[in-house]
């Protein structure tokens, strides 16, 4: 603990001019001779209090909010006080104790320190429960803010290991049949998880980083399917690179829904179809359009095919929400004349 000298003078101002008013009202009703007397007792009576508190706080009972320990220290001090006092006024210890108005002031005084220290206990345990209040508070966030990073581990946890698996099985299907895309597509996905271990699976990565992943993972899926895929990076009107290595966005936050669009809505599809990514700016917002002309929500709603697809949406609403709160959208439609568009909508926040 240590000794602050602006916790013990502040405190002794205020002491000082409390009992300047109280050496006052002794005056006027009549209990001291004189201002000279009543402000020499009153003083005396306040600083003993004063220190009975400071030795009480600091060596005996430190944060006690008893109100026993608050009334002791106040009598005691009381006491004190008026020796002081009376040896201050007349070099006689016991002198305001029996001196015509003594039980008077002896009654009032102690009136005046009980209530002071009634009120500075009570002080002490409303300051003593905020504290605590904040402890509990922080402690709380705390808690909510570790169970805030598991969920969104584990909804990344839940989307990796699929988009891994997936991969690995385009690859196992394409050795025997085309081993030269099968080598190819493994060098990608080499690549591709080299730069991820890198990172550390940070929460975080830069858009030009999300991008660049989007178009591995497209370029894998591209291997595979041949003509019945096509993909393309629509042109965002911003040429500064600087842009795209400096705005964050949450790690594979995109590549969802580009995995949804092809597994939900190019792969189904006997002919097949595109996969375009779009980026839009305004109000300080980052809107990420993924549209794909495959068969589409209702297409895959009259096939039961929608269960797969509505997990995969319901992960990046969550890890939004769990971000983000409020200050992040996703919206679906259908696309025309067929597929879906699904809009990614969050702040602008800089790495």
Request: proline share 3%; charged share 15%; net charge neutral.
């Amino acid at each position: 603990m240590k000794f602050g000298w602006v916790k013990l003078l502040l405190p002794t101002f205020r002491n000082t001019v409390v009992c300047a008013i109280i050496a006052q009202v002794v005056l006027d009703i009549a209990l001291a001779p004189s201002y000279a007397h009543s402000i020499k007792v009153s003083l005396s009576i306040g600083y003993s209090i004063q220190l009975t508190f400071f030795v009480f706080d600091r060596f005996l009972y430190p944060g006690s909010t008893s109100y026993w320990v608050g009334l002791s220290k106040s009598c005691i001090g009381l006491l004190l006080g008026m020796c002081l006092g009376g040896l201050i006024i007349s070099d006689n210890l016991l002198i305001l104790f029996y001196y015509p108005a003594g039980k008077e002031l002896l009654i009032f005084s102690m009136m005046i320190t009980l209530f002071a220290g009634v009120l500075t206990v009570a002080k002490v345990r409303m300051a003593s429960q905020g504290e605590q209040i904040s402890q509990l508070e922080a402690k709380q966030f705390k808690q909510e803010a570790i169970a805030l990073e598991n969920e969104i581990a584990l909804l990344q946890a839940q989307i990796e290991p699929h988009f891994l698996f997936n991969t690995l099985s385009n690859i196992v299907s394409l050795i025997e049949t085309k081993p030269k895309l099968a080598e190819k597509s493994l060098v990608n996905l080499t690549h591709l998880l080299r730069v991820k271990l890198d990172r550390s699976r940070d929460k975080t990565h830069t858009l030009g980083d999300e991008l660049w992943l989007l178009n591995v993972y497209l370029e894998l899926h591209k291997m595979r399917l041949g003509k019945r895929l096509t993909y393309q990076f629509l042109p965002t009107g911003i040429e500064d690179d600087v842009f795209f290595t400096s705005l964050a966005i949450p790690s594979l936050l995109v590549q969802p829904l580009v995995e949804n669009a092809i597994q939900h809505g190019i792969e189904p599809s006997v002919k097949g179809g595109n996969v375009s990514i779009e980026l839009a700016f305004s109000d300080n917002r980052l809107v990420i359009k993924v549209t794909d002309t495959g068969l589409g929500f209702k297409a895959l709603k009259s096939a039961n095919l929608t269960n797969h697809s509505g997990i995969g949406l319901s992960n990046v609403r969550h890890r939004l929400h769990a971000i983000y709160a409020d200050r992040a959208a996703l919206s679906v439609v259908d696309n025309q004349p067929s597929g879906a568009i699904v809009a990614l909508t969050i702040p602008m926040e800089a790495c």
